[in-house]
């Protein structure tokens, strides 16, 4: 089985910023998109930022700027720097991977168990 953990997350002021990491372990054969995500109490969960396995970058339009999605293919590790944080930003952030486990079958989505992260005014 494949797992994801999210750390990172926590209380911080207005303006400040925030690394998150995620990490996958377990019986993986590659990783193709990796994502983070954030969902606001009473809110839909969104998209934040996206980044493929060639490096490819995308972010939502409130993040662009201040945030910097990035991966180890390597380690399959996928972090979410956060600069200029502001209260708008609070949420539960949870990371998502599209995993292949065998050539036999094709890639799957996974998902941690959410970091929260709350920025205070």
């Known amino acids: 089985q494949v797992q994801l953990v999210e750390s990172g997350g926590g209380l911080v002021q207005a303006g400040g910023s925030l690394e998150l990491s995620c990490a996958a372990s377990g019986s993986i054969l590659r990783v193709y998109n990796m994502g983070w995500y954030r969902q606001a109490p009473g809110q839909q969960r969104e998209l934040v930022a996206q980044?493929?396995?060639?490096?490819?970058?995308d972010y939502q339009d409130s993040v662009k700027g201040r945030f910097t999605i990035s991966r180890d293919n390597v380690m399959n590790i996928a972090y979410l720097q956060m600069n200029s944080l502001n209260p708008e930003d609070t949420a539960l952030y949870y990371c998502s991977m599209d995993v292949q486990i065998t050539d036999r079958e094709g890639s799957q989505a996974y998902w941690g168990q959410g970091t929260q992260v709350t920025v205070s005014s």
């Open positions: 980044i493929t396995r060639g490096q490819v970058r």
